[in-house]
């Protein structure tokens, strides 16, 4: 079946702009996660997503950062104003009930801020 | 808080020779830990995983321990190939009131020298 799919593949915008950055997760995946990796670095948590609890936030690193996830599917993460340092790969995983399962992550959204 | 520890950050091996990565963990209820493979500018994939209640697992040339006592697990690659050079990422998860705690560790860069 199909994956776990992000879009856009990648994304340039200007320093003050917002960005907002799709994933969609695997079919009857009810967990849902966003990391950030920038180049040749590891995989740094944002928020998780599972079934109709309240996110787990305590990953995103400022304000500026939000996401949403409607209906238990789609999720959107959105950076306001978005930064230089914000440059990253944006990855998206979904897992099939909680954090004791395989993670399958998406190909990512590269985030380019000049 | 928790963390993950990974060493060592970057491992170069002649093919043929084992590769053996390592991790500590800090929460002792801990009681998922898998491993994903990162190849150069594709999405982290689990390859191997192990659960607190099994001490080792095997499937083919890689392999998983488990010390929970000490709080630590490794993965073991034999006769390593050109095409095991990527960025290896281990991570330690539990179930905890409802929501999940799962951390990665750092990442190991590993070459195969051919």
Redesign the interface.
């Known amino acids: 079946g199909a994956g776990v799919s992000q879009s856009p593949s990648n994304k340039v915008t200007e320093k003050g702009k917002d960005v907002e950055l799709r994933c969609d997760p695997i079919s009857g995946h009810t967990a849902l996660y966003w990391y950030r990796q920038s180049l040749g670095q590891g995989l740094e948590f944002l928020i998780y997503f599972q079934g109709n609890s309240a996110p787990d936030k305590s990953g995103l690193p400022s304000d500026r950062f939000s996401a949403e996830r409607t209906g238990g599917s789609v999720s959107t993460l959105t950076i306001q104003r978005t930064q230089q340092e914000d440059s990253a790969v944006y990855l998206c995983a979904s897992s099939l009930d909680s954090g004791v399962d395989t993670q399958y992550f998406g190909p990512g959204t590269r985030l380019t801020v000049l | 808080g928790e963390n993950v520890e990974q060493h060592p950050s970057t491992l170069s091996v002649q093919e043929g020779d084992s590769a053996v990565i390592k991790c500590t963990y800090s929460d002792s209820a801990s009681?998922?830990f898998?491993w994903?493979k990162q190849e150069l500018g594709?999405?982290?994939?689990?390859i191997i995983?192990i659960?607190s209640n099994v001490g080792e697992k095997k499937d083919q040339r890689i392999a998983v321990t488990l010390n929970k006592t000490a709080k630590h697990f490794s993965l073991h690659i034999t006769e390593t190939q050109p095409e095991d050079s990527a960025v290896y990422?281990c991570a330690a998860?539990?179930?905890s009131s409802?929501?999940?705690?799962?951390?990665?560790?750092?990442?190991t860069r590993l070459k195969v020298l051919a």
Not at chain 2, 42 to 46: G, I, N
Not at chain 2, 98 to 107: A, L, M, N, R, V
């Open positions: 009681n998922y898998p994903y594709k999405r982290p994939q689990l995983d659960r990422f998860s539990k179930q409802g929501t999940y705690k799962y951390i990665f560790g750092t990442g």
